[in-house]
Every structure is written in structure tokens, then in C-alpha cells.
């Protein structure tokens, strides 16, 4: 309902607003506020409604966005099952359809974070709380080690959603995103939300690897050509004999 809610008063129709039965669940119930009468996700004039609809589906442990299909939806956070993916890039396929035309890997630290402060700007009743990964810049055997604390300080005006709001940012941002970038001929129904496996030799990502695709911009030539850049990031590992 809330997030129904937002969206219908942000000028958004009921049938182009899709919430996923699986949510509607005792698994699925928004969490009370961090002190008695204090409220929770009560959003402001100065909230986006993205930033309310982050809030919620964050504090739920779920996702929205905006289908294919042209409505707005909210579920379960999709995860990769382990085994099946949607398509394989190789680096000379069987099929000529499914030769790459460019293939770019790289590990993204643009919004990187290890320390982080939210805080309320109240006085004297202010609330803060802290979130530090030190591995980050002590141990060079961490996943996240850059050797550096890059910090964000979340200043927030009223009390409400302090540990949801720190919750997501640090959930967003203290992450070493592993990315690819690829480029195909003719894949219509290759889209977002897709799993792709990488078997590419010598480009600094391991065989195996499998990556959810999170943009798809396609360009049609005047011989009426279909060619489509997508974005991944990565999900997983292909374990042999699984």
C-alpha cells in the first residue's frame, strides 16, 4: 500500500503500479521506528519519491523499478539461482548471430565508500550512527581494500529513517563493483535482469563468471540493423559440475 500510495500521489495511475503477491507476506512488514513515538517513513515535502521508494524497498529487503511492460513494479530482490543464465558470451561462439562486436571489464569504485556517518540535524536530540569497514584500508587480503578511508557524511533534517537511510547507502555504496560493457548484433530478447556467463580468456575476468545485465541501449542503422550496448554487473560464479 505504500508504495502503491507514493506513486499514485506522485501522479502515477493504479494500472501502471505492479506489486508482486510474494511480498504481501509477514516477511514483508515494514520495521518500527528506532525510539517509542517515534515515527517511521512519515517522508517529507523535501523526500523525492525515489528516495521514499528506496527507503521502503530497502528496509523490506526487496526492489523496484520500471518493467518492460510500462508499469512500475515492486518484488522480492531477484538473486541468480546458481545455475541457469540467459545467455553465454564467448569469444568465438558457435553461432556467428552471437560474435561480440566490443567487450570492455572493469572494477568500478566511482561511489565507493568504507566510512560512513548519517546523522540528524535536531540539536541537542540529534541522532548519529556510524558504519566503518577498516579491513578496507588495513588489509590488503579484504575483498574491499583500497588502502584509503573515503568517507560520506549523510546529514539528514528530521529523526525519521535514520537506520534505513544508513542501511541503504551503505548497502549502495560499499561496493567494488565488478562491470562489463558488450555490444551485440541482433539480441531483442536479451534484456535487464538477464543473466549472462563470461568465457572470455585473457580479459581479466574468470571464466565462469556470470553477470546480471542492468542496461540495454539499442540503436537501429539506416539498413534497419539492431545492435545493442549492454551494462552487467556481477552476480556469481558457475561452479564446475553444477
Known amino acids: ?17 505492479y506489486v508482486d503477491p510474494a511480498i504481501d507476506g509477514p516477511d514483508y512488514i515494514l520495521p518500527s521506528a528506532r525510539r517509542k513515538g517515534q515515527r517511521q517513513f512519515q517522508f517529507g ?14 528496509a523490506l529487503n526487496c526492489e523496484w523499478g520500471y518493467g518492460v511492460d510500462g508499469r512500475y513494479f515492486v518484488r522480492p530482490q531477484l538473486k541468480w539461482d546458481g545455475v541457469t543464465v540467459d545467455f553465454v558470451l564467448e569469444e568465438q561462439p558457435e553461432d556467428t548471430a552471437d560474435f561480440l562486436l566490443s567487450f570492455r571489464a572493469a572494477q568500478s569504485v566511482e561511489e565507493y565508500i568504507n566510512v560512513l556517518v548519517a546523522m540528524t540535524d535536531c540539536g541537542s536530540d540529534s541522532m548519529a550512527r556510524m558504519l566503518l569497514d577498516a579491513a578496507a584500508w588495513q588489509d590488503p587480503l579484504s575483498e574491499h581494500f583500497i588502502g584509503d578511508d573515503w568517507w560520506h557524511l549523510e546529514i539528514m533534517r528530521e529523526k525519521r529513517n535514520l537506520d534505513t537511510v544508513a542501511d541503504l547507502l551503505w548497502h549502495q555504496r560499499h561496493r567494488l563493483e565488478r562491470m562489463i560493457w558488450f555490444e551485440l548484433h541482433g539480441h531483442p530478447e536479451l534484456l535487464p535482469d538477464m543473466f549472462v556467463e563470461c568465457r572470455i580468456p585473457g580479459c581479466d575476468v574468470p571464466e565462469g563468471t556470470v553477470f546480471r545485465i542492468t542496461r540495454d541501449d539499442c540503436r537501429i ?5 539492431l545492435t545493442d550496448s549492454f551494462e552487467a554487473e556481477v552476480v556469481g560464479q558457475i561452479v564446475e559440475g553444477s
Do not use: K, N, W
Not at 542503422?221 to 540493423?225: C, M, R
Open 221 to 225: 542503422d539506416g539498413e534497419g540493423e
Open 1 to 17: 500500500e505504500a508504495f502503491s500510495h507514493i506513486l499514485m500521489r506522485s501522479g502515477v495511475p493504479a494500472a501502471l503500479i
Open 45 to 58: 515535502s523535501e523526500e523525492t519519491p525515489i528516495a521514499a521508494l528506496d527507503s521502503l524497498t530497502s
